[in-house]
């Protein structure tokens, strides 16, 4: 718009006027949009992995390479709670009554008339 001078520079009411680019609209923002996800998506690493597939992986929310879905992919952390709960892993349900939050104990007693714990 810059290169083509479409400067608004029709003088105000009040004898101003802005010099800025008009708004070009909403479709010029999305094709904007389209053309910046494509050239994202077109990075790849020195595998020829786009870096969008490798980050999904990595995250374990997609499939391997070979399109596969390994524990191995997800964080460390998660695959400790997968080693503990193998049952749950698998699809049996959770009792309600199970995991931390029985186990909180309501803490009211111990905490003094200005809320600091005793």
């Known amino acids: 718009m810059f290169r083509a001078n479409k400067w608004q520079d029709k003088v105000r009411s009040d004898g101003s006027w802005s010099g800025k680019l008009p708004n070009p609209g909403k479709k010029y923002f999305l094709k904007l949009a389209a053309q910046s996800v494509r050239a994202v998506n077109a990075q790849r690493d020195e595998k020829g992995i786009n870096f969008a597939r490798k980050a999904m992986i990595r995250c374990g929310l997609a499939k391997d390479i070979d399109g596969h ?50």
């Open 69 to 118: 879905w390994h524990v191995s992919q997800l964080s460390k952390e998660l695959q400790m709670i997968v080693q503990k709960y193998p049952e749950h892993f698998a699809g049996t349900p959770v009792p309600d009554s199970a995991g931390p939050a029985s186990e909180i104990r309501d803490i009211s007693s111990d905490v003094d008339a200005r809320g600091i714990l005793l």
